[in-house]
Each structure stands twice: as C-alpha cells, then as structure tokens.
C-alpha cells in the first residue's frame, strides 16, 4: 500500500521513498475516518499537511516577516503589492474529501469545532461542487475560540474570513484578483483589503495602517504580490505587547523562544517608526508592564491556589462541543470547565486550559525550591 504512485506523486516523492515519508505522519481518527499529518515540515512538504482517504491536502506555508518597512518591502518584492489585515485568530483550511467539507489547524488536526464552524460559517458546498481540487485557507476568529480568542467589535461569537485559495494538494495560490473574485461569487467572507500600491509606495502607504491598526488594537498586515506566490508579514506595537502580556502571564507555558522575537520586533519598530525620545520611552515603559505586570499577577493567583491558564469560550452543538472537548483533552491539555450551560439549543462552555507547567513550577518557587541558573 505504501508503494502508491499517485500518493507518492501528490506528495512529490519517488515512490520509492514514500514508506520513509509515511513514517513522520501522525496518524488520528476524525468521524470515524482515519487519518494522517505531519506536525513538522519533512522534505519539502509544510508542517499540517494530511492525508484523508489517500488525498492530499497541503499544509499552509509559513510567511516572512519584515523588521522595517523600508527597505524591508521594496527589497521583497519588484511588483505590484495588495495590502490586506493581518486577522488575530487560527489558521483554517477548508476541503472536500468525497464531498464532505472538513476544517483542518495548522498542524493537520481535523477539529470537531473548526470543521462544524466553517461549515456553518461558510457554507461552502457550493463552492467545491464547482471546485473540488481547491482549498480555502482563512482565519477562525472573535471571542468564542478554543485556540486563539481576540475580540473585535464586529464579531460577536466567530467568524471565518478567507485571505487565500490554493490547489489543495499541490498548495500553488490562486492570484488575488481571483480569489476575491471567487469569494464573492460564492458569498464567503474575507479579509478587509487596504489596496494595491507599487513596492517602492508601501512603507509610506503602511505608516499611516499600521499606525490606525495599532491604535484599534489590531494585529497587523499580510502583503501579497499579485499572483499570490509571495507574502510577507508585519505587526503592530499593540500585538507584541499583548503576545509578550500573555506568555508573560504563563512564563513556564511559554518558551524563551516565543518571547525574544517579539522585543526585536520592538525594537526595530522603534527605531524605524519613533519620531522622538519620548516616544521610545513610552515604548519602553509600555513593553516593561507588558512583561512584568501579569507575571506578578499569576503569582499571586497561584498563591491564592487559584488555577491559571488560558480562558476559552465556545458555542456550539452539544455533540460538537463534546467531541471538541475530547479532542483537546486527547492532546494532553487539562481543562477546567467553568460555566457550561444551554442557550436556544446549544452548548455554551467556558473553560480554562490548565497551564501544569506554570502552576507547578510557581508553587515550586512560592515554597522556596531553588531555581538553577
Ligand atoms: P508561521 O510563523 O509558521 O507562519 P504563526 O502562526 O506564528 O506561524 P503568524 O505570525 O500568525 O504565524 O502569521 C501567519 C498567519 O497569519 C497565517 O498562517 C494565517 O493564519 C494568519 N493570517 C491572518 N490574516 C491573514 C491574511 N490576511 N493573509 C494571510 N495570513 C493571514
Ligand atoms: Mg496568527
């Protein structure tokens, strides 16, 4: 079974060579379908890429990030530039295997929620009756989010918005002229668009975006050439210090990984975008409070015996919601279930993802044990 040619082909290795590829795919049941993934990058094939009923859908690939603007952009790219919102939320692809609609995370996990979510968020038959061998890849977003919760006024519980259409096995892009054109006809919502500008126009264009985004509490931007092939990455101040606030308010969940990009970041901002000393202080003393405040505060929470860990709320059918709660626990995360109750038929479930590593250590330190270093 493993000498599949067509499978091989689709994952872009000698047939020869599948079996070893094989072997780094995690295998995992969804509906009663078994199914695998790769939860890192392995030759050439993007970490989250699966495999449902011998089809391939490709894993969403990791975008580049500018420090600077200027001449971050116009280095990057030598044609025209869309503009559109980086969204705060969690990557979903969405395919038709057999006609059934499934909703894939980043790392490859068929999730109960996201699969029902962008079912009913997007209705997307439609679509691939018409289109069977492409994929939708958006962003899972608003307050009721069991991965990456961020409110937005204009979301009351969740939302989906696509800000890309690729071939699902191969992953190639569909232009951006396309892709807008496409989701419109089929009425799927997507990102808010800033417009097209020529390389060397962007960073001027993005000082004022950025600065509004920022001021809005917004992530930040994903820039596109036309075609779709290259995208890049930039973030507002506002996010590093929410990004910092929270590692910070779990500093043994957290790597040390996680936290120094994100001061690098900073600083670069500040030196391209600070227009006085003062301003970079304010910077300064607004990334300190980000960083220490909720560590002092988790602290004391643990002192007080109270749990600590990430705050989640999610709505659903209660067969869905029960599955997803399965689902989380299967990975290994520990939940305590706040509030759980029915409104007009659905489950409503507010719950705290244990952080063990905070806890324990905190408690560790709070009782006097050593720390070696
Ligand atoms: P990686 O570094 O591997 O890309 P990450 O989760 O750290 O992973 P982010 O910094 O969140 O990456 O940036 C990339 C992600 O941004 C995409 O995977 C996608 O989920 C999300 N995203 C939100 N809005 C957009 C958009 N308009 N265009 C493209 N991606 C977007
Ligand atoms: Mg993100």
Avoid: W
Avoid at 65 to 82: C, H, K, N, Q, W
Avoid at 119 to 125: I, S, T
Avoid at 258 to 273: D, G
């Amino acid at each position: 079974m493993d000498a599949d040619p067509e499978l091989a082909a689709a994952l872009g290795v000698p047939p020869d060579d599948l079996g070893d590829l094989l072997e780094q795919f995690q295998h995992d049941t969804f509906e009663g379908r078994r199914y695998r993934h790769l939860t890192d990058a392995r030759r050439g094939l993007e970490r989250g890429t699966a495999i449902v009923d011998g089809e391939v859908v490709h894993g969403f690939p990791s975008i580049p990030r500018t420090l600077v603007l200027d001449p971050g952009i116009p280095e990057y790219f030598d044609s025209r530039v869309t503009v559109e919102e980086k969204r705060n939320g969690y990557n979903v692809r969405v395919a038709a295997i057999d006609g059934d609609v499934l909703g894939f995370t980043r790392s490859g996990y068929l999730c109960p929620y996201t699969t029902a979510k962008v079912r009913e968020l997007l209705d997307p038959g439609a679509f691939f009756d018409d289109y069977p061998d492409l994929m939708l890849c958006g962003e899972l977003l608003g307050p009721e989010n069991p991965y990456t919760p961020h409110d937005y006024p204009e979301v009351e519980s969740a939302r989906v918005e696509v800000f890309d259409v690729r071939h699902r096995e191969t992953g190639t892009p569909l232009s951006v002229p396309r892709r807008r054109e496409l989701c419109e006809e089929y009425g799927l919502p997507q990102v808010p668009a800033f417009g097209e500008y020529k390389p060397e126009e962007t960073p001027e264009a993005l000082r004022e975006i950025i600065a509004d985004l920022d001021r809005e509490g917004r992530e930040g931007v994903v820039m596109q050439s036309i075609d779709g092939t290259h995208q890049l990455k930039y973030t507002t101040s506002v996010t590093h210090r929410a990004d910092l606030d929270h590692a910070f308010s779990l500093p043994f969940d957290y790597g040390r990984d996680f936290v120094f990009p994100r001061i690098v970041r900073e600083a670069f901002q500040a030196v391209e975008l600070d227009r006085t000393r003062g301003e970079s202080r304010q910077r300064a003393q607004e990334l300190g409070e980000s960083i220490l405040l909720p560590a002092i505060e988790t602290i004391r929470a643990v002192q007080r015996g109270e749990t600590v860990g990430e705050e989640h709320t999610v709505r659903g059918d209660p067969d869905v919601i029960e599955a997803l709660l399965s689902h989380l626990r299967d990975q290994g995360i520990e939940l305590e279930i706040g509030s759980d109750r029915r409104e007009d038929g659905q489950r409503v479930v507010s719950f705290v993802k244990v952080a063990q590593a905070t806890r324990d250590n905190t408690r560790d330190y709070l009782e006097g044990k050593l720390i070696d270093e």
